[in-house]
């Protein structure tokens, strides 16, 4: 009687807790996910991103209106996607703040900020965002620009463990969405630029403790780390590394966004970012194919033990990582349904492989690419153009650029139609050897001379067989990946646009500028437009309460592809629309005016400007752009005089806001000679000032 007596409460109390957060969420009910809810990043464990719902289509979706919105204390870029579960909507924001919310309301529930350390903003090569948190049991698991990863009390926000998963003292950062497996929260990290050396990582739910590591590039040394890559590292992947850079900072191949969870196949995919440094000749004297960089790699989720991989870019010279999403379907392939992984890759090639193997099933070009011809299908290797890789003063001019051709911004699919939206871009980049390398620790060591394309540039004309000028710009691709070619495309002037969802009302949302739009999923004819007042970035996501439809989106332009360009920086927001919604959030500010400055009053340098502007490309272009300074340092009247200016450079007086101290890579003279080339920017600005800033992501 008294084992009953205790089951009875110990049943009650676990069901009062189930109804005030996502206490239930586990694997089954991620796998098989209520339509009314978003469990995870990609809604279930597929990451295809479609939503059953169908209250909102194309017939119903021209009565859109906000229902409720929020808005954060930040201006940085918005790249989450928000999670609901119970009636609870989480969300993140830039430093990695977490925000919940009350679904149908908008109630604010709590908000957790982990007081990410300003100067750590340095490390984050793209942006201080963060994709999202991951649910399991009755907690939200977030990962920290500064590398921690946090359980946080889904109905509370209190902390229940946290872990350092990174050694603070290298420039690691996290930005991607962790992933709740089996008990086991898996997150990654970013910092190939640095660089660092790229791992996943499992550690169980409940406690914190780390219960296996995956290293995705070799011990310098060729010894073991004590973890679950070792056998392979020292078997299969040691040999296809040479001599060079790449021993004195790890080699990159940070796993930053892309990790799967297949149920069926149990295996977990990660897709690992490029190598480090960039340029092949430093990093490893151009020798092997340098894996496991620009991968794709199957593991299994209980030991982290190795089971296959696919490289999508042997011996990556140009930043083409394999993060972006990978997505898990069943498709009708040769008269037979199989079980496949797919990526949109940034290379510009669309991969489909068999889920259980790895085995390249096809791959095709879905943008202009012209850095190899094909995919051979017999040894899944890429056919390089002549003249794709760069060699002394010669540069290469590829399309994609290191943007690439789809990078972080999710994709979905469609079962009904069939059909992948691809949130594509076309861009070129120029790369060349940077005559001379040293490695810098801690900072970027790309090893690369780097011009900027130019628009009618005759290499970009031949690969699009157009004479007119190319300047980058995207398009929403309906992609169908059995037949591999495109059904329909929007064009969009914009590169850098937000990802997309797909729902059973026949409906694909997605962003360009600042109008959100739902396209009929079938033709791509627009049924529905909204002006967000600022470019969203991130994916929508969907959901249900009370039998009421919502689509929420986070509003907030940045990142790799919105640092240094010319968009007002405007305060991030959440936007929740529901059919026949009323609520009209207030425009934004006007942004404050940086007027030129009054060059007559500044206190003139003695600096060298020459080796100033390589100090600005190497220590600050990838924060405030080349030609575009966003922020406008060229209008800052901080460089007006030397002591003000040493103090924030190299005192570290604005540490709390994001900007770090330099004193660690240079002293006063050079701080000087920085100063003498923004004040020399500032009474000669370029030509064109709304020049790209720098071309990557993470």
């Not at 859109?64 to 918005?78: I, K, P, S, Y």
């Not at 009755?138 to 990863?149: E, M, Q």
Request: hydrophobic fraction near 40%; proline fraction near 8%; charge should be negative.
């Amino acid at each position: 009687m008294k084992g009953i007596v205790l089951w009875a409460a110990a049943m009650a109390a676990a069901l009062g807790l189930a109804a005030c957060g996502p206490q239930g969420v586990d694997g089954r009910r991620i796998e098989a996910a209520k339509a009314s809810d978003w469990l995870s990043y990609g809604r279930t464990y597929d990451e295809q991103r479609f939503s059953p719902l169908d209250q909102v289509n194309r017939d119903t979706a021209s009565r859109l209106g906000v229902a409720w919105w929020a808005e954060f204390d930040t201006d940085r870029g918005q790249e989450a996607t928000p999670l609901v579960a119970d009636g609870v909507l989480y969300t993140t924001t830039a430093w990695s703040k977490v925000y919940a919310f009350d679904a149908a309301t908008g109630k604010r529930l709590w908000t957790y900020d982990p007081q990410v350390p300003g100067e750590k903003g340095f490390n984050a090569c793209c942006d201080v965002v963060n994709r999202g948190v991951a649910l399991w049991g009755g907690r939200a698991y977030v990962g920290t620009i500064d590398g921690r990863l946090i359980a946080l009390d889904a109905k509370t926000g209190k902390v229940a463990w946290t872990v350092q998963t990174t050694d603070p003292a290298l420039p690691y950062t996290i930005t991607g969405a962790p992933r709740a497996v089996k008990g086991k929260i898996l997150i990654g990290n970013g910092g190939a630029e640095y660089p660092v050396r790229g791992y996943v990582s499992a550690y169980d739910a409940a406690t914190g403790k780390l219960a296996w590591r995956f290293h995705f590039t070799p011990n310098p040394k060729n010894a073991p780390d004590g973890a679950a890559s070792d056998k392979v590292l020292h078997d299969v992947a040691y040999a296809t590394w040479g001599d060079g850079a790449w021993k004195l900072g790890g080699g990159g191949a940070t796993p930053w966004d892309a990790i799967t969870y297949d149920p069926k196949d149990d295996l977990v995919f990660i897709g690992t970012g490029n190598a480090g440094p960039w340029d092949g000749n430093i990093r490893s004297g151009g020798q092997g194919d340098n894996l496991f960089a620009a991968s794709i790699v199957a593991l299994r989720p209980d030991t982290g033990e190795y089971v296959w991989h696919y490289q999508t870019t042997p011996r990556d010279d140009w930043d083409y990582d394999a993060v972006q999403q990978l997505m898990v379907a069943d498709l009708p392939i040769s008269g037979q349904t199989r079980r496949v992984v797919m990526q949109a890759n940034k290379n510009g090639f669309f991969y489909v492989l068999d889920a259980a193997t790895g085995k390249l099933v096809s791959a095709e070009k879905f943008i202009p690419a012209n850095w190899a011809e094909r995919v051979d299908l017999a040894t899944g290797r890429p056919v390089e153009a002549p003249g794709a890789r760069y060699h002394g003063e010669e540069a290469s001019r590829q399309t994609p650029g290191a943007l690439g051709g789809h990078n972080w911004q999710p994709m979905a699919f469609s079962p009904t139609e069939g059909l992948v939206y691809i949130p594509a871009q076309i861009s070129q980049g120029s790369y060349a050897d940077p005559g001379e390398f040293r490695f810098t620790p801690g900072a970027w060591n790309t090893a690369m001379r780097r011009g900027d394309p130019k628009p009618g540039d005759a290499a970009l004309k031949v690969t699009l067989g157009s004479a007119a000028d190319v300047p980058p710009k995207g398009e929403l691709l309906a992609w169908d990946p059995v037949a591999q070619k495109a059904r329909w495309s929007v064009p969009f002037p914009q590169s850098w646009r937000s990802g997309v969802l797909a729902t059973a009302g026949g409906l694909v949302f997605h962003a360009a500028g600042h109008e959100f739009i739902a396209f009929d999923a079938a033709t791509g004819k627009p049924l529905w437009r909204y002006d967000a007042g600022a470019d969203p970035i991130a994916a929508a996501s969907t959901y249900a309460i009370k039998g009421e439809q919502y689509v929420a989106l986070m509003v907030g332009y940045g990142g790799a592809g919105g640092m240094g360009g010319d968009q007002p920086r405007r305060p991030g927001r959440l936007l929740v629309f529901k059919l026949d919604g009323k609520v009209s959030p207030p425009p934004y500010a006007e942004p404050p005016e940086h007027p030129l400055l009054d060059l007559a009053a500044a206190t003139p340098s003695k600096g060298d400007k020459a080796r100033g502007e390589g100090l600005y490309l190497q220590f600050c272009a990838q924060c405030h752009g080349r030609g575009a300074f966003l922020p406008n340092l060229t209008r800052s009247p901080a460089i007006l005089e030397p002591d003000g200016f040493q103090s924030i450079v190299i005192g570290g007086a604005l540490k709390p806001h994001g900007m770090a101290p330099f004193k660690r890579f240079f002293d006063e003279a050079g701080a000087e000679d920085l100063r003498a080339y923004l004040l020399d920017q500032a009474e000669h600005p370029p030509a064109e000032a709304a020049t790209a800033a720098p071309d990557h992501a993470r």
